[in-house]
């Protein structure tokens, strides 16, 4: 998704690193070339991705613009995996205090639902709600780029095999197998900009501090290649199994360091 102002996209990134939304998208997805975009990327296992409540902060330059909380569980009825996210805005982003998102996957991280809104007061502001399944995704989003009333917008996509929803690239990576990869290819589908190819190195192991402690990490060099543009990322992830997002480095500068872990997460 389009990011503004320092809201990271994860838009990730979105991921809450999701954190980037900007009030205008790109539409009419259906129907997409996907010549370039059918591999189906490394096997992931979900078991890799360490579960619970994860705080996390951002900053620019030293300076603090964010907090937000991303909360992994496995749902025992379905064996799922359900990833929450609330981010906080330092200050006002367009009117909106905070964003709220939600993403759950199969064991092998194949999307099956993904929503997000922001947040004004106690007004939840739908962004998108998609369903995924037998290579598409449908649902919908809502522009807000000529008005500030929303008008909803259909999303019907054909996808490639091995698609990842664009909230959770970062823990595709974390899925897979980093001790013994160098390279990692996937796609990635946001309603706003479509399918985007993901290809990341993994480098040596390294020490890293963040506010949580130092770890033992493997910094991971990530791009995202966009319809208009490139995007370069830089992820730090735990050595250690199950995997953890300890920080990621943003184009934009921002920087999401983690703060915390706690848990288990409550199912929901």
């Given at each position: 998704?389009?990011?503004?102002?320092?809201v990271?996209?994860h838009?990730?990134?979105?991921?809450?690193?999701c954190?980037?939304v900007?009030?205008?998208f790109?539409?009419g997805l259906?129907?997409?070339?996907?010549?370039?975009?059918?591999?189906a990327?490394?096997?992931?296992?979900?078991a890799r991705?360490?579960?619970?409540?994860?705080?996390?902060?951002?900053?620019?330059?030293?300076r603090?613009?964010?907090?937000?909380?991303?909360t992994?569980?496995?749902?025992a009825d379905?064996?799922?995996?359900?990833?929450?996210?609330k981010?906080d805005?330092?200050?006002?982003?367009?009117?909106?205090h905070?964003?709220?998102w939600?993403?759950?996957?199969?064991?092998?991280?194949?999307?099956?639902?993904?929503?997000?809104?922001?947040l004004?007061?106690?007004?939840?502001?739908?962004?998108?709600?998609?369903?995924?399944?037998s290579g598409k995704?449908?649902?919908?989003?809502?522009?807000?780029?000529?008005?500030?009333?929303?008008?909803?917008?259909?999303?019907?996509?054909?996808l490639?095999?091995?698609?990842?929803?664009?909230?959770i690239?970062?823990a595709a990576?974390?899925?897979?197998?980093?001790?013994?990869?160098?390279?990692i290819e996937?796609?990635?589908?946001?309603?706003?900009t479509?399918?985007?190819?993901v290809?990341?190195?993994?480098?040596?192991?390294?020490?890293?501090?963040?506010?949580?402690?130092?770890?033992g990490?493997?910094?991971?060099?990530?791009?995202?290649?966009?319809?208009?543009?490139?995007?370069?990322?830089?992820?730090?992830?735990?050595?250690?199994?199950?995997h953890?997002?300890?920080?990621?480095?943003?184009?934009?500068g921002?920087?999401?360091?983690?703060?915390?872990i706690?848990?288990?997460?409550?199912?929901?």
């Amino acid at each position: 998704m389009e990011k503004a102002s320092w809201v990271p996209n994860h838009g990730k990134k979105a991921r809450w690193t999701c954190l980037c939304v900007a009030l205008g998208f790109s539409l009419g997805l259906t129907g997409q070339d996907q010549s370039l975009v059918n591999s189906a990327g490394p096997l992931r296992d979900i078991a890799r991705v360490k579960t619970g409540i994860f705080e996390y902060r951002d900053s620019d330059h030293g300076r603090q613009v964010g907090s937000g909380t991303i909360t992994i569980q496995r749902l025992a009825d379905s064996g799922n995996l359900s990833f929450i996210a609330k981010a906080d805005f330092a200050e006002d982003f367009s009117g909106f205090h905070s964003q709220r998102w939600e993403a759950v996957t199969s064991p092998e991280l194949q999307p099956i639902f993904a929503r997000l809104a922001f947040l004004r007061g106690d007004e939840v502001v739908p962004v998108f709600e998609l369903r995924y399944e037998s290579g598409k995704a449908t649902g919908f989003i809502v522009s807000h780029k000529d008005s500030t009333q929303g008008i909803k917008q259909t999303v019907d996509a054909l996808l490639p095999n091995g698609i990842v929803d664009q909230r959770i690239d970062w823990a595709a990576i974390l899925a897979s197998d980093l001790e013994t990869r160098e390279h990692i290819e996937f796609n990635v589908f946001d309603p706003g900009t479509g399918i985007s190819r993901v290809t990341a190195e993994i480098g040596p192991s390294e020490e890293l501090r963040v506010p949580a402690g130092t770890f033992g990490a493997f910094r991971v060099d990530y791009q995202m290649e966009k319809p208009n543009r490139t995007e370069h990322y830089r992820l730090f992830v735990t050595r250690k199994l199950p995997h953890v997002m300890l920080r990621e480095d943003f184009p934009n500068g921002v920087v999401s360091e983690l703060v915390r872990i706690s848990g288990p997460a409550s199912r929901h």
